[in-house]
């Protein structure tokens, strides 16, 4: 089992950046493919970026691509969502997530399929 705290998260003004944590508790994080997701106000929650185990596969979603890059620290149990270039509407809560994955490059992006979720980071981009 793993517990995830997300931290990071904060107000900022449009074209701004921030620097989200991801933080995992056990000994077999690196076992784990992580994603990040984010839930606004009345939506959906949405797949924002995912990073296999060996951190050498990354996929994101169209809306951050060339934005946002995600990165691990295996050796840190800790996963990285670097957020650039930040407009009003990247304004969500945002989510880590873990699933076990047995394959080294394998990334998840469907919500049901990660089993772990942390409780959320609140992100404002004001404009």
């Known amino acids: 089992q793993v517990q995830l705290v997300e931290s990071g998260g904060g107000l900022v003004q449009a074209g701004g950046s921030l620097r989200l944590s991801c933080a995992a508790s056990?000994?077999?994080?690196?076992?784990?493919?992580v994603g990040w997701f984010r839930q606004a106000p009345g939506k959906e929650r949405e797949f924002v970026a995912a990073?296999?185990?060996?951190?050498?596969?990354?996929y994101y979603a169209d809306s951050v691509k060339g934005r946002f890059t995600i990165s691990r620290d295996n050796a840190k149990n800790t996963v990285y969502l670097r957020m650039n270039s930040l407009k009003p509407e990247d304004t969500a809560v945002y989510y880590c997530?873990?699933?076990?994955?047995?394959?080294?490059?394998?990334?998840?992006?469907?919500?049901?399929?990660?089993?772990?979720w942390g409780q959320g980071t609140q992100v404002t981009v004001s404009s």
């Open positions: 997530a873990a699933d076990f994955m047995p394959m080294l490059d394998t990334i998840v992006v469907r919500t049901y399929e990660y089993d772990y």
């Open positions: 056990g000994r077999t994080f690196s076992t784990y493919a």
């Open positions: 990073i296999s185990r060996s951190g050498g596969t990354t």
